[in-house]
């Protein structure tokens, strides 16, 4: 899968075509394309050692790739030394050099660069006062905060003004309060400057939250690169719609079953039988499922599609009811089905309606037709 | 006032407790204060008094009492203010270079190449050898007559390089370089271990050249290292005293005379321990404010890893 | 003289403090590793140097008072344990053992146990440290060179009592090896392993040179001319090796008739300036200078066989070395099959003088009590009769000290398959009675070696010789007056 309808091109600010990267028998990063435009703040998410590092440092000339073309602001920059990409990176441990003040921290890459003192100094002064370090740049790294850290970081990444930011995880090491602050602030900030992003996280709520496209990586693999609402809405695969959204997509193991069930919109020959319930499928999936030759799929539903509904025909009891804020999540058990246990599957209740009590049975009630994907390949049936 | 009255009550058994706790805390350092006190600190207490005395050429005959008069005689004289030199000469010889070459090899070592580990091993063999073992091994490379060394340098025939007044020293302190190289090698390869490799990669993106990298982010990481390696440097070249006994005894003309083998052929080979005192008690001394010095100072300048 | 020195006793106070006990060399080098790390060296030294010992115990000297003949055999519990403290390895280790076996078997009232102490270094110092306290051996053998030194100690009963109270003759010894170990009328220890120095060179070298190899150069201008043939016939490299040892230096002085201290070569009393850089002295060392410079010499190092190797391997087919090489010598050069070893007297400037003897005496140990003094005495009496001199000199390649040992035949038999060895015994036997060839008595000998060991040294790095001469005799009057300063404590 490819970044889409984009066509791999001059006009992106960063293009990555077929990225292999091998170690030994391990591919870190498989056979991945993407591109990202100009200006975007596109993140890379997925979970711990899916390559989305390795990705990052490939971009930065940190590593080269086993195969496949990497090109900045449309030049090819294979082969070519990190410090001439001119691109800046964020890590996650900032890296900031221990023996050196913050001054010097923010200044060194200028003069690696040898720009003259006075406009180093301008440069310092005027990137600290954006960030509002001023007032720390006289100290070594070990007298700051966290949060503060973070910023010299971030400065030091900004002050030679580079083509292209990369952030790996930066924001991983704060503390919760400070991450969600500092996420708003990056995004800010990332507007103000207009330079391309590519920001990597394991944190999926933190790619739905700042990314304007995600991509989504996978044992290496690219899963899906699409706007964080369209990978809610139709996740590419059984993967993506478990990792994304909190909480996640429900996906359970449904049969296809004929007969056609009514209600409201959805009317078909044939539905989907989840523990015992019935779900309805649209004439869309009818029609995609229609070529093949399947009699079970994956049936990915979200807990917000998923209603406590006297009407509804999937039994399920209540394990428990958390509470986040104004939105309640109740999780209930379907029936069991042989000797395992029946699976929790997540159900947003409404605001204002009841929420049930543990252990109490209860019936569920889909209002919005279900994502179908292949039990085999993890696919997306009806794309 | 019954409040002041408690308040007395509650000082004195917080004074009684703290009185406790100092006499356990004393209690517990008392055993590594007496094995100093055995083993140190009366050793030296006698050093300082045998330097008071003319001791006889035979250590079963009396001595004479002369007073701290062999102190200032003894500093003053130009063997010991020679082999003093030399020590210095020998420090300045051995330990610079020393750690320059065992940061060399630490970072050749510290790249991830296919069998990198048979350098390592290489690299950090000497630590295996004993003082005795290298020297023996230069003495016969230094042969002038069937030395392999001797042979490149085109010093063979003639007295050799260990009996040439000019070549001597430095030839001492190679053999001490490289039977330190192992140690400082290891050491030097823990530090580099301990830099974190963003540090380095930040600077590649910030685009400082390998060199600039060096000297700007890994040097100054080093730099406890580097520090802790020069303060054993310089106590280990005051000390130097296996490789000198085995490959020169002093020689030739005192050239490779220094301070611990001075004091050496005084106590041993002439029996003359009242001076060998003094000199030590004064080797002692340097070391003590050469450490002192270098802790006062020296470390100020040094980056410690928080 | 030395043994007429009475020690100090006008004491003061703070001579009940003595440091006593010193420290050999090897527990030296452990502790000073130990505490390398502190730094405190100087611990060390007073860890071991000083203990407290009343002044009232200060050893005073033997007293030349009758000795014990005949104590062994009277003694109650026989046989009577002595032991002997030798330096000796290999082959004149096996040598010894054999001798000591044999005397032990020979009668029932000393039994001997060696004890090998590894080198004449360490026994030295081995024997100072046991002075101050530990257990003493009852005989020592002790290099040459220290004889001050041992009498210093004053803890050696004179041979010259056993030999006055058991009426020996010594008539039938090498004067030279006698005269070596007697200051004014006392002779301290009995001359055991004795060599001197001889010409060591390659007979095919010299024919190929035009030199008769049956006449090697006995004189330093003979000496000068086999080496200019030598270089200039391009047979090797250099004429000869020439050690940059004070022994070579010290011969030429004793066979030019000269003497190294002053006082006769410190015999008629203790010697206080050295007098080697006399005229004498000039001339040898600026003929150092010349075979230096002039190339026909190649200088070697004092403290290896580097200038036997440099004959074997054709640089330089002459050297000088002691007789007592040899065994080493003919073992070395046995791999060099185009070499064929001579050895010759030690050539040397033509004077009165001789040469004096190297190696070592035996001493008898005064704190043994009587009967172990007695079996001491009957124990050195064996190895030096005639048949053992014989034997050990066979053995070992050292000089009988004795002539009636010549006659024996197992030594007789040996020097008649390798004349060479029979070169040192020659030249010592020749060598006159005078206070040059006795060679010298000096407190500070290794200082003093030292000094001339650097002269040479600087010599053969081109410096001046005679100014270089002038400060090895400064040096070494330094070390005189210290050494002499510290007799008495």
């Given at each position: 899968m490819d970044g889409g309808d984009r066509p791999p091109g001059a006009a992106s600010a960063i293009s990555l075509e077929g990225i292999t990267k091998s170690y030994g028998e391990v591919?870190?990063?498989?056979d991945l394309s993407l591109q990202i435009d100009p200006g975007e703040l596109l993140v890379l998410v997925g979970?711990?050692?899916?390559?989305k590092s390795t990705v990052l440092r490939l971009i930065a000339g940190l590593d080269e790739p086993t195969a496949g073309t990497v090109r900045i602001a449309g030049e090819?920059?294979?082969?070519?030394?990190p410090k001439d990409r001119d691109v800046a990176m964020v890590f996650q441990s900032y890296?900031?050099?221990?023996?050196?003040?913050v001054a010097r921290n923010i200044e060194f890459p200028l003069r690696a660069r040898r720009v003259p003192k006075a406009e180093r100094e301008r440069s310092v002064a005027g990137v600290a006062r954006n960030l509002q370090i001023d007032h720390l740049l006289?100290?070594?790294?070990?007298?700051?905060s966290g949060g503060q850290r973070q910023r010299v970081a971030l400065a030091r990444a900004i002050v030679?003004?580079?083509r292209a930011f990369l952030m790996d995880?930066?924001?991983?090491?704060?503390d919760a309060q400070l991450r969600i602050e500092m996420r708003a602030a990056l995004v800010e900030l990332q507007a103000r400057l207009g330079t391309t992003v590519v920001y990597v996280t394991h944190d999926q709520v933190e790619a739905v939250t700042m990314g304007r496209r995600i991509a989504i990586l996978d044992s290496g693999r690219l899963q899906q690169v699409a706007t964080p609402a369209e990978v809610q809405a139709r996740p590419a695969n059984a993967f993506v719609a478990a990792f994304?959204?909190?909480?996640?997509m429900n996906v359970m193991p449904a049969t296809l079953e004929p007969g056609e069930v009514t209600t409201g919109t959805q009317n078909a020959g044939r539905h989907l039988a989840v523990a015992g319930g019935v779900l309805p499928l649209t004439g869309a999936q009818q029609a995609a499922l229609g070529a093949r030759d399947l009699t079970t799929v994956l049936a990915g539903i979200r807990a917000e599609d998923l209603q406590v509904d006297p009407e509804g025909s999937v039994r399920a009891t209540v394990s428990f009811v958390e509470s986040f804020g104004a939105e309640r999540i109740a999780a209930c058990r379907l029936p069991a089905t042989g000797a395992a246990d029946g699976q929790l599957v997540m159900v947003r209740i409404s605001a204002g309606a009841r929420a049930p009590r543990t252990g109490e049975a209860v019936t569920l009630g889909a209002h919005a037709p279900a994502s179908l994907f292949d039990p085999a390949s993890g696919a997306r049936l009806d794309a | 006032m019954p409040d002041r009255r408690r308040r007395t009550v509650l000082g004195r058994r917080a004074s009684r407790r703290a009185l406790r706790e100092a006499a356990t805390g004393y209690l517990l350092v008392l055993p590594a204060l007496a094995t100093f006190a055995v083993f140190v600190f009366y050793p030296l207490g006698r050093a300082i008094w045998l330097g008071l005395y003319r001791t006889?050429?035979?250590?079963n005959l009396p001595s004479t009492y002369v007073g701290p008069s062999q102190y200032a005689s003894v500093v003053s004289s130009s063997a010991f203010l020679g082999s003093l030199w030399r020590t210095i000469l020998f420090a300045v010889f051995t330990m610079p270079a020393g750690i320059a070459l065992g940061i060399a090899l630490a970072m050749l070592a510290h790249?991830?190449?296919?069998?990198i580990q048979v350098f390592r091993t290489v690299f950090s063999?000497?630590?295996?050898?004993s003082t005795a073992v290298a020297s023996v091994i230069f003495f016969t490379l230094l042969d002038?007559?069937?030395g392999l060394l001797s042979y490149w340098l085109g010093?063979?025939?003639?007295?050799g390089i260990l009996s040439d007044p000019t070549f001597a020293l430095p030839a001492v302190s190679v053999v001490s370089i490289w039977q330190n190289i192992g140690f400082t090698f290891i050491l030097m390869s823990a530090a580099l271990q301990a830099i974190p490799d963003t540090l380095l990669d930040a600077a590649r993106l910030d685009g400082a050249s390998s060199w600039h990298r060096f000297r700007s982010v890994t040097l100054p990481l080093l730099s406890p290292t580097v520090f802790f390696a020069i303060v054993v440097g310089i106590i280990g070249s005051f000390q130097a005293f296996g490789q000198i006994d085995i490959l020169t005894q002093g020689g030739?003309?005192?050239?490779?005379?220094v301070l611990i083998y001075y004091i050496y052929q005084s106590a041993f080979?002439?029996?003359d321990y009242g001076l060998a005192a003094v000199a030590s008690v004064v080797l002692f001394a340097i070391l003590l404010v050469v450490t002192l010095v270098q802790f006062r100072f020296v470390e100020r300048r040094v980056f410690y890893a928080t | 003289m030395p043994e007429s020195n009475?020690?100090?006793?006008?004491?003061?106070?703070?001579?009940?403090?003595l440091p006593r006990k010193p420290l050999d060399r090897r527990s030296f080098l452990a502790g000073a590793t130990t505490l390398a790390s502190a730094g405190l060296a100087s611990s060390v030294l007073a860890a071991c140097g000083a203990s407290p010992k009343p002044k009232t115990t200060a050893t005073s000297t033997p007293k030349?008072?009758?000795?014990?003949?005949?104590a062994a055999a009277r003694a109650?519990?026989?046989p009577v344990g002595i032991t002997l403290w030798h330096s000796m390895q290999s082959a004149n280790l096996e040598a010894l053992t054999t001798m000591t076996d044999q005397f032990n078997a020979s009668q029932g009232d000393v039994r001997v146990t060696l004890v090998n102490q590894n080198s004449y270094p360490d026994t030295l110092s081995l024997y100072t440290a046991a002075l101050a306290g530990g257990n003493l051996p009852d005989v020592v053998q002790i290099e040459s060179e220290d004889l001050q030194l041992m009498i210093d100690t004053r803890s050696v009963v004179p041979a010259q009592s056993a030999i006055d109270a058991d009426h020996?003759?010594?008539?039938?010894?090498?004067g030279v090896t006698v005269s070596y170990f007697r200051v004014g009328s006392t002779l301290w220890a009995m001359p055991f392993n004795i060599s001197s120095q001889v010409l060591y060179y390659d007979q095919n070298a010299f024919t190929h040179a035009g030199?008769?190899?049956?006449?090697?150069?006995?004189t330093l201008d003979g000496l000068r001319g086999a080496a200019n043939k030598i270089v200039q016939a391009k047979?090797?490299?250099?004429g000869m090796a020439l050690k940059l040892s004070p022994s070579t230096f010290d011969e030429w002085l004793a066979m030019g008739g000269?003497?190294?201290?002053n006082n006769s070569n410190g015999r008629?009393?203790?010697?206080?300036?050295?007098?080697?850089?006399?005229s004498l002295g000039k001339s040898i060392i600026g003929f150092y200078a010349q075979m230096f410079s002039s190339h026909l010499a190649q200088p070697a190092s004092a403290t290896t066989y580097d200038n036997l190797v440099a004959i074997g391997n054709g640089i330089s087919p002459m050297t000088l070395e002691t007789s007592a090489a040899l065994g080493t010598v003919a073992g070395l050069l046995?791999?060099?099959?185009q070499v064929k070893l001579g050895v010759g007297p030690m050539p040397g400037p033509t004077g009165n003088g001789g040469v004096y003897v190297g190696g070592a005496g035996l001493y008898m140990v005064s704190k043994s009590p009587p009967e172990r003094q007695d079996g001491a005495w009957q124990y050195i009496k064996y190895l030096i009769a005639p048949a053992q001199q014989a034997t050990w000199a066979a053995a070992s390649g050292y000089v009988p000290?004795?002539?009636?040992?010549?006659?024996?035949p197992v030594l007789k038999a040996r020097w008649a398959s390798?004349?060479?060895?029979?070169v040192a015994y020659d030249q010592i036997l020749s060598s006159p009675v005078t206070a040059a060839t006795a060679g010298a008595v000096m407190g500070p000998a290794n200082q003093i070696d030292t000094a001339i060991q650097d002269a040479l040294t600087s010599v053969s790095q081109g410096r001046p010789a005679a100014a270089t001469l002038a400060q090895a005799a400064a040096t070494a009057n330094q070390a005189l007056s210290s050494y002499n300063s510290r007799v008495q404590g």
């Open positions: 591919a870190a990063v498989d979970p711990s050692g899916c390559g090819v920059v294979n082969g070519i030394d890296a900031l050099y221990p023996h050196m003040t006289k100290r070594k790294p070990a007298a700051l030679r003004r580079p995880e930066p924001l991983s090491n704060l994304i959204g909190s909480p996640p | 006889s050429v035979s250590p790249q991830r190449l296919r069998g063999s000497t630590v295996a050898t002038p007559q069937i010093k063979k025939g003639g007295a030739p003309n005192n050239h490779t005379m080979v002439n029996n | 009475q020690p100090d006793t006008s004491g003061r106070g703070e001579q009940a403090w030349a008072a009758a000795f014990p003949i005949g109650s519990g026989k020996y003759d010594l008539s039938d010894f090498l030199l008769d190899p049956s006449k090697p150069p006995t047979v090797a490299k250099y000269g003497t190294l201290v008629q009393g203790r010697a206080t300036r050295v007098t080697f850089d006399s046995g791999g060099y099959k000290v004795r002539k009636s040992a010549v006659d024996v390798l004349p060479g060895f029979r």
